[in-house]
């Protein structure tokens, strides 16, 4: 197998790590794209682990470009959202990745160093052997598990694991949409959970909340006043984005808004809106879908 070929082989697996570990796939794309033009020049046929080495490859890379992503993140217009990305409907049927793609855990992941952001994602979302780990975050052995224990207990604290059953969430967001999309308030103050957050994501560049909207009465009313915003040429579609139910809003060919959902014990307990033009082009065409096992 040629070089090229190598790195298609592990294309999806890399776009993943780097998206999970920056947050944008504007920046994931740039990272498999500078690791493919280093791998370009590696005699392939000389490296023992391939799938090592790549990951090893793109997990600096997504570091160098997170940590210059950190200051523009600081001084951001309003919350600060992960760019959405097309998923294919098989992510959801795999717990782990569904979970780790989730807009809730992306905004957990925020909150840590990018130290700990990427070996927390090496290691609990691909279960890459702490050496791989070491080596690929240029740490020791005993730093990296120190690491790795104290990102788990910081992600576990705020994003409680939960298993994934995507028919359910599928179904309560299918109420939630139908009730936005009827303007029935009743019913869409019945599908929202009495602590529901809705964070919306404009980067000052398009109206959105500058605040996270709190408590289902508040959210009701915020979305009743964007429903009530026309937009030119509306066309409304259903998708699947980081792995949870989505709705695409266009003006014309355009994509103006997508709002993400997610529920738990029937009830809706997250909105994200994200509306900032620059964070919107992953979110039709190719899907993200990786099927490769994990490290055992």
Do not use: C
């Not at 391939?50 to 001084?75: C, F, G, M, W």
């Not at 992941?109 to 070996?119: F, I, K, Q």
């Not at 104290?150 to 298993?163: L, M, N, S």
């Amino acid at each position: 197998m040629g070089s090229a070929e190598v790195f298609e082989e592990h294309r999806s697996l890399l776009f993943t790590i780097a998206y999970e570990i920056t947050g944008t796939a504007t920046d994931a794309e740039d990272v498999v794209q500078d690791s493919f033009l280093r791998w370009s020049v590696v005699d392939a046929d000389a490296v023992h682990n391939p799938r090592a080495y790549l990951a090893k490859t793109v997990t600096r890379q997504a570091l160098n470009s997170l940590r210059a992503a950190q200051r523009r993140r600081e001084d951001y217009i309003g919350p600060w959202l992960p760019e959405p990305v097309a998923t294919a409907p098989d992510v959801a049927d795999n717990a782990v990745l569904s979970e780790s793609l989730s807009f809730a855990m992306l905004v957990v992941l925020e909150t840590l160093s990018p130290d700990e952001r990427a070996v927390f994602v090496l290691r609990e979302v691909f279960d890459f052997p702490y050496a791989e780990i070491a080596e690929a975050t240029d740490k020791s052995l005993a730093a990296v598990r120190q690491v790795a224990s104290r990102a788990k207990a910081h992600v576990r604290a705020r994003q409680p694991r939960f298993e994934v059953d995507a028919r359910r969430q599928r179904a309560v967001a299918d109420r939630f949409l139908t009730a936005l999309l009827g303007g029935d308030m009743q019913s869409l103050m019945d599908v929202l959970a009495p602590g529901a957050v809705l964070l919306s994501d404009g980067g000052g560049k398009v109206s959105a909340a500058r605040k996270p909207v709190i408590g289902a009465d508040n959210i009701a009313r915020f979305l009743a006043g964007i429903a009530r915003t026309p937009v030119p040429d509306m066309r409304v579609e259903s998708s699947s984005l980081n792995g949870m139910p989505a709705l695409i809003v266009y003006s014309g060919d355009r994509v103006d808004l997508v709002a993400l959902v997610e529920s738990s014990n029937e009830h809706v307990t997250g909105i994200y809106l994200v509306r900032n033009p620059d964070k919107l082009g992953a979110t039709t065409g190719a899907s993200l879908s990786w099927k490769g096992n994990r490290t055992d």
